[in-house]
């Protein structure tokens, strides 16, 4: 009887223990997570556009694929990378972040210069819809890729558990939290004119009817809204990422600027809105950075990369 009562007094240490544990790694994630709101509000706000023009039906299989893919990038390739990175080259992150960043701006450089140019609006696509659905859903995973590399990179950052077991926990929490909340989001904002029809035409009350009707014609222009959010987080995170990147490497010029407008702006308000002016100056700063670097890197990837990528490439 004693030696039972011994082993159930271990089993009981074990279990708090592994509660302890679980607690940690949930308060881990939480914290770590909300560090990179920033790129979690990108993410969010750039992934419905590439389900645009294609058929409802193909409206929700198309955002399982990207968060399939979502999942892969950050728990089978990042997590593992950004481990090993941590532990046998820190050094490297920086500059690979840099590089994410610059092809942030590139991509929100490029849009708001497509935004400019003259389209016919009765134009649309063509060719095979399989195969542009593919090709839609490869740019975004792409895309993807290296707003998750931005994640597990800040929530790496925030994590103070030092066992490698427990940072790579933290980091599978994160991973899967914030694309299960990301493209849980996409799903409903590209269903919700849907779900507004049905409560037009099917809705019992006049008030669900009107709200149905309402969430209908809203919808055209809080997508547009929308697109242009995620363009200019695209352009904040990138322009963000490089500076604070070139203040790791020891130039703190352009993240002494910015920080130096923000204050001076701030200053500028009462002391109740100093915090949230401040923010603004600084996204906004990081954001005209962004499009400046975004419009340099354009004809580099044009008449440079490009057209070297094309030349060693398999035929």
Not at 180 to 197: N, P, Q, R
Not at 243 to 249: E, I, Y
Request: hydrophobic residues 55%; aromatic residues 8%.
């Amino acid at each position: 009887m004693s030696g039972l009562l011994a082993l159930l007094d271990d089993v009981a240490a074990i279990a708090k223990v592994a509660a302890a544990s679980v607690d940690d790694v949930i308060g881990q994630a939480a914290k770590a997570g909300s560090k990179a709101a920033g790129a979690v509000i990108d993410d969010a706000a750039v992934s419905p556009k590439y389900v645009h023009g294609f058929a409802p039906a193909r409206e929700l299989p198309i955002v399982w694929k990207i968060a399939r893919g979502s999942f892969f990038n950050k728990l089978v390739i990042l997590l593992p990378i950004a481990l090993l990175l941590s532990a046998f080259a820190p050094w490297a992150i920086p500059p690979l972040l840099m590089l994410g960043g610059a092809y942030l701006c590139y991509e929100g450089a490029e849009k708001v210069l497509h935004a400019f140019q003259h389209h016919d609006p009765h134009s649309k696509a063509t060719g095979d819809p399989a195969h542009l659905e593919e090709q839609k859903v490869r740019g975004a995973i792409k895309t993807d890729f290296i707003l998750s590399a931005e994640i597990m990179t800040i929530s790496l950052a925030a994590i103070t558990v030092p066992n490698i077991w427990m940072q790579a926990a933290v980091l599978a929490v994160v991973g899967i939290s914030i694309t299960v909340a990301v493209y849980g989001a996409v799903a409903a904002i590209v269903k919700a004119d849907d779900l507004g029809l049905l409560m037009a035409t099917s809705g019992r009350l006049g008030v669900t009817r009107t709200l149905g009707r309402g969430i209908v014609h809203g919808m055209p222009t809080f997508l547009f809204v929308l697109t242009w959010v995620g363009t200019a987080a695209m352009l904040w995170v990138g322009g963000q990422i490089v500076v604070h990147g070139l203040g790791q490497m020891g130039w703190h010029g352009p993240e002494d600027l910015v920080h130096g407008w923000a204050v001076a702006v701030g200053h500028m308000v009462p002391a109740n809105y100093t915090g949230i002016v401040e923010w603004i100056v600084t996204a906004a700063s990081d954001g005209v950075l962004g499009i400046i670097l975004g419009l340099l890197i354009i004809p580099l990837v044009s008449f440079v990369i490009t057209p070297i990528y094309r030349a060693v490439r398999p035929a």
